[in-house]
Structures are given as C-alpha cells and as structure tokens.
T-cell receptor
C-alpha cells in the first residue's frame, strides 16, 4: 500500500523552511527519501531505519516515528537547488522473504523562488 | 552519475509489440529494482531481484517479466504492449536487498504508438 505524503506541493522563498510528511498504514522496516528533478532520475537523500539508524546527506534532516509509522523531512534555509519532487519510500519485508518492497508515495512538489 | 546504466534511453514501438529494457547495476550492488513512472506520476514498484533471485513483487502486469542474470545485469521484458504502457522505466540498484539506499539509472522512456 502506497504511503501518503503531504503537502502535495509547496512554494518557498529562498531561505525559508519546509517540512514534508510521510505516513504508512503498515509496519515499516525503513523510510527512504529521494528528490527528483524534472526529467531526471531520483536521487537518494536519506534512509531512516527501524531502531534509529540514519544514513544520508549531512545537510538533510529527517525523523521516523516507528510507533506511528510516520516520517518527516526537514528542509531548512532552502536554496534554489532544493526545487524538485520529493518522494518518500516505505520499506516492508517482501512476500518471498529476504527482500524488501520499497513503495513510493505520490510525491511533494517543492519550488524555491528568489 | 549513479553508476547504474540503462539501455536504451528511448524506445518507440507500436501496440502489440514486445521490448526488452536492460539494466547494469553499480559495481558491487547485488539487488536490482524496476519501477514504472507514468507522466507526472509517482514511482510504481514492479519487481526486485537479489543476486539472481526474485525477492519482492509489486503491481507488475502478467505481460511484463524480468530476470537478473549471473553477471547481475537485469532485463525487463514488456510484451503485447498497450498505449498505457508508455512511461519512464527506472532501474535502481542497492548493495543488499534490505535497508540500503537505491541508486537509480537515468531510465528508459518507452513510447507506444
């Protein structure tokens, strides 16, 4: 089942902050965050694992509430280069075991303006 | 450059035809994923392989099939193509099958006419 992202879209002025939320109805092993610019491939930003481990870029911060199966991505002091579509991906164990099913949300379009 | 190579970049074909999309993962990555992205839509998970074996399946149509070969490259076969199959198909790879970041290729844009 697809995770739910909010908001669907947000417009910021350079330097402003934004929070993007992601929630799932399933028990999660991890939450991933990716950014995709128009016509390009998604790029990995961060992964938050069950148990608290995080891997990702230093300038990106995020949280994962395991009890609520919710994650938030925090974008601070936004820059023009932050523009793009942000996808969260929720990871559950695959039906055949040993693999994972990484399902992406519908995305949040972020535009940063001068 | 993610290190994931997808070929071809573009494919234009007619309804009813069959095509094969190819993906070479990053060096050292054992897991390959396939995703479909229709125009301005999200990423729909199709299937995942780990070291040659299918490990997870999403909403992949019966007309679609995939495999991962001993050299770890993967192919996605799409048959009896319909107009609605037109989309950007991404391959991604990761080191292991669970809890690892995905690295996406640049995608293959399929247009069915």
């Amino acid at each position: 089942q697809q995770p739910v992202q909010s908001p669907q879209a947000v417009i910021l002025r350079e330097g402003e902050d934004a929070v993007i939320n992601c929630s799932s109805s399933k028990a999660l092993y991890s939450v991933h965050w990716y950014r995709q610019k128009h016509g390009e491939a998604p790029v990995f930003l961060m992964i938050l694992l069950k148990g608290g481990e995080q891997k990702g870029h230093e300038k990106i911060s995020a949280s994962f509430n395991e009890k609520k199966q919710q994650s938030s991505l925090y974008l601070t002091a936004s820059q023009l280069s932050y523009s793009g579509t942000y996808f969260c991906g929720t990871e559950t164990m695959g039906s055949t075991g040993g693999g994972n099913k990484l399902t992406f949300g519908t995305g949040t379009q972020l535009k940063v303006e001068l | 450059d993610s290190g994931v190579t997808q070929t071809p970049k573009h494919l234009i074909t007619a309804t009813g035809q069959r095509v094969t999309l190819r993906c070479s993962p990053r060096s050292g990555d054992l897991s390959v994923y396939w995703y479909q992205q229709s125009l301005d839509q999200g990423l729909q998970f199709l299937i995942q392989y780990y070291n040659g074996e299918e490990r997870a399946k999403g909403n992949i149509l019966e007309r679609f099939s995939a495999q991962q070969f001993p050299d770890l490259h993967s192919e996605l076969n799409l048959s009896s193509l319909e107009l609605g199959d037109s989309a950007l198909y991404f391959c991604a790879s990761s080191v292991v099958g669970v809890g690892s970041p995905l690295h996406f290729g640049n995608g293959t844009r399929l247009t069915v006419t």
